[in-house]
């Protein structure tokens, strides 16, 4: 076990849900300077000792992506400059994770370069939640603890679970998240066969399972522009469910994903706070946001304490 010294710092990216965090840990949030220049260069400093502190960095990289990816780097410079014991980067949302391989020429694996950068920056170790894709724990060289938002999203649909419930993937790549809600929801599991024609641009081309009649519930890891899931909730209805609801840990909501969802035939659409929402997202009576925090401060506890986390996947 670490010093008794634990901290908590945050950029600009959702310090609700640090302070949330910081609530079940029972500290306070780190004091620390975020600010920009007038020509949007970051300016930041650690406004307290973390000499020998075990220091977590919240931080998801969402909207502006870069600007917070940059806050995030340079607060981890900065703490390990500041001599912190150790330093964990804490990601609810990991941007660039859809860019996790080369598909096509002359492109790059934007993920691995991020990982690279945060790695390069100082940090000892990532806490993150519900990755895109698994394997990009292997980009990293140092300990990488994953954490997924099913059983807090389990635990919301397991007292409300309608009748005739069908778990469905929005895509192949799906399949083993879906499958495991199925399991623990004791529901069967469908599969929505796609072919995407360009960048967030989704054509529905079958449905795979048993829908009709069925109370659906798909379930993805993120929602960008909502295209893909108001589609495929449109097929499900057209093969004959009967309601079609969706859960998803990262509520991206870019362009239009807010009107499409609300326009849509989507009975609940529910989220996480692993990004922050806009305020239009906040208004939408389809939109539910369930916390993650207390998940995340069980995990920070339990690295601090180098005690297994092994507990917050049942």
Do not use: W
């Not at 949030?29 to 300016?43: L, P, Q, R």
């Not at 623990?184 to 009649?213: C, S, T, W, Y």
């Amino acid at each position: 076990m670490r010093g008794e010294a634990i901290k908590v710092f945050t950029g600009n990216a959702n310090p609700v849900l640090a302070a949330d965090i910081c609530s079940h840990l029972g500290v306070s949030v780190g004091e620390a300077s975020v600010k920009a220049f007038s020509d949007g260069e970051i300016y930041l400093q650690i406004l307290e000792n973390v000499r020998g502190a075990d220091v977590f960095v919240m931080q998801p990289t969402s909207t502006p992506v870069d600007h917070h990816l940059m806050e995030l780097l340079f607060m981890i410079d900065a703490l390990k400059r500041a001599s912190a014991d150790r330093i964990t980067a804490v990601l609810p949302y990991y941007g660039y994770a859809r860019q996790d391989r080369k598909d096509k020429p002359r492109v790059p694996i934007s993920a691995k370069v991020v990982a690279s950068m945060i790695e390069l920056a100082g940090a000892d170790r990532i806490l993150s939640l519900d990755l895109h894709a698994a394997q990009i724990q292997g980009f990293f060289d140092i300990p990488v603890d994953h954490l997924f938002a099913a059983p807090v999203m389990i635990d919301y649909f397991q007292p409300r679970r309608p009748a005739h419930l069908t778990v469905v993937s929005p895509d192949a790549g799906g399949v083993e998240r879906a499958r495991a809600f199925a399991k623990r929801l004791k529901a069967p599991l469908a599969i929505i066969d796609k072919r995407r024609e360009e960048v967030n641009v989704a054509e529905v081309m079958h449905i795979i399972g048993r829908v009709k009649d069925r109370n659906c519930l798909i379930v993805d890891d993120l929602i960008d522009t909502a295209g893909t899931l108001v589609k495929g909730a449109q097929a499900l209805l057209d093969k004959g469910a009967t309601s079609v609801s969706a859960c998803a840990t990262h509520p991206v909501l870019s362009g239009p994903a807010v009107e499409r969802i609300a326009d849509s035939p989507l009975r609940e659409v529910v989220v996480s706070d692993s990004i922050p929402l806009s305020e239009e997202a906040r208004r939408c009576p389809k939109i539910r946001v369930l916390s993650v925090a207390p998940l995340l401060a069980t995990a920070i506890q339990s690295i601090h304490e180098e005690s297994s986390i092994s507990v917050l996947f049942v």
